[in-house]
């Protein structure tokens, strides 16, 4: 499997997306912004067909659009912690604006370009990478994993109690606007793994079964990088031996791992209970 080069590819960029999912997801379980990243995912979708239909490569209105309306989301919020109105709406309006630029780009582009480039942003094309896309893609998610890290320590203490952080003279809202720019950034990244359809379970999953495995913040975050990671080589390798579509293999290894974490927690309470 690993002598093909596609699959060397796809191996390179989704491990590095997969390990800034895993990174970035812990954190949006643990501020309870996931539903942010659902927002996202969709701006994604949105901001790939906007520059498709504009003649331009869909990565640029992937990571532009995407990071400005994250940021922007941000600035409708308190300490750059958007509430549900906010993304609910954010959700809505980006929504229609997908099917507004995918009805122009399949109407005005589809003869000129590549016709399946929509269905490529919403499932993802991990095994359509290229050396140089792969190499990029790999980059840009080791930086956002790099600066995650930078920032990992004042980003808990403002996510716990971000009251107590801020009177601790913690940049809260700074902090929250530069999390939701990582939040954006890797949503776009990762778009090109499992399709924006499917983002919101590779940041999710993983996280919240990290969540459950253990309450101690560093080990969990680690956790949920490796569960991440791990996702993506075991649905990568079920893709290629089974022949099924690699975004519902990493998909459904992610959310079985987390029903996994369920009820392994599950039996653990169940044996804590001491007969009478």
Known sequence: MLAQP????????????ALAAGLVGYFLVL????????????VAFTGALAALAAGLDAR????????????????????AR?????????????????????????STRSGTGNGSAGVSV?????????????????????LVCAV??????PLLFASVDENVAAARGVPVRLLGFGF?????TTAAEATQVVGALLILGLLAAPAGAASRLTTRPLPALGLSAAIAVASVWLGLTASYLVAVPPSFA????????????????????GSAVQPV
């Open 60 to 79: 640029l209105g992937l990571f532009a659009i995407t990071v400005l309306v994250a940021l922007g989301m941000g600035t409708l919020g308190r300490q």
């Open 31 to 42: 501020r309870a912004q996931v539903f942010t990243a659902d927002a996202l995912s969709h």
């Open 180 to 184: 939701l720019a990582l939040v954006g």
């Open 122 to 142: 919403l499932f993802g094309s991990i095994l359509g990478l290229s050396a140089s896309r792969a190499l990029t893609t790999a980059l840009i998610a080791l």
């Open 6 to 17: 596609f699959m060397q590819h796809a191996f390179l960029g989704g491990t590095a997306v």
């Open 250 to 269: 990493i998909l459904a290894v992610a959310t079985l791992c987390y029903l996994g974490t369920v009820a392994v927690q599950r039996l653990r309470r």
């Open 82 to 106: 958007p509430d549900d109105v906010v993304i609910g709406g954010v959700f809505a309006w980006v929504l229609g604006l997908g099917v507004f630029f995918l009805r122009l780009y399949t």
């Open 148 to 153: 995650l890290v930078v920032i990992a320590r």
